[in-house]
């Protein structure tokens, strides 16, 4: 079970970009359109998956709104921040 983070070491570790929204972390991703959107989704699903960390995508035209949070700890653990940075890291 991963511990969770107090809301200062949520404040502190945040990447760029990135909000609290009660027991979940938050970025909307932009782009000039929509497909760029859906293959930014994909890489955010690759890296889900490698991670075994699941967050919760919403594509829209020119939107991608990714929410994390550790369901199996029942908040914002350090693998939230991880896959966060990393979804910055594949957004150019
Ligand atoms: C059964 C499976 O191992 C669990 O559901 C994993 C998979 N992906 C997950 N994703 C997220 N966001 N939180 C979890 O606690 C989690 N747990």
């Given at each position: 079970?991963?511990?969770?983070?107090?809301?200062?070491e949520?404040?502190?570790?945040?990447?760029?970009?990135?909000?609290?929204?009660?027991?979940?972390?938050?970025?909307?991703?932009?782009?000039?359109?929509?497909?760029?959107g859906v293959g930014?989704?994909?890489?955010?699903?690759?890296?889900?998956e490698?991670?075994?960390?699941?967050?919760?995508?919403?594509?829209?035209?020119?939107?991608?709104?990714?929410?994390?949070?550790?369901?199996d700890?029942?908040?914002?653990?350090?693998?939230?921040?991880?896959?966060?940075?990393?979804?910055?890291?594949?957004?150019?």
């Amino acid at each position: 079970m991963s511990d969770t983070l107090s809301d200062e070491e949520i404040d502190r570790q945040l990447p760029d970009g990135w909000e609290q929204d009660g027991e979940e972390i938050v970025r909307t991703f932009e782009f000039d359109s929509y497909l760029p959107g859906v293959g930014f989704a994909s890489g955010v699903a690759g890296l889900a998956e490698a991670a075994w960390h699941h967050p919760e995508i919403t594509i829209t035209w020119g939107e991608v709104e990714v929410r994390l949070t550790t369901h199996d700890a029942g908040g914002i653990t350090e693998k939230d921040i991880d896959l966060a940075a990393r979804c910055n890291e594949i957004y150019e």
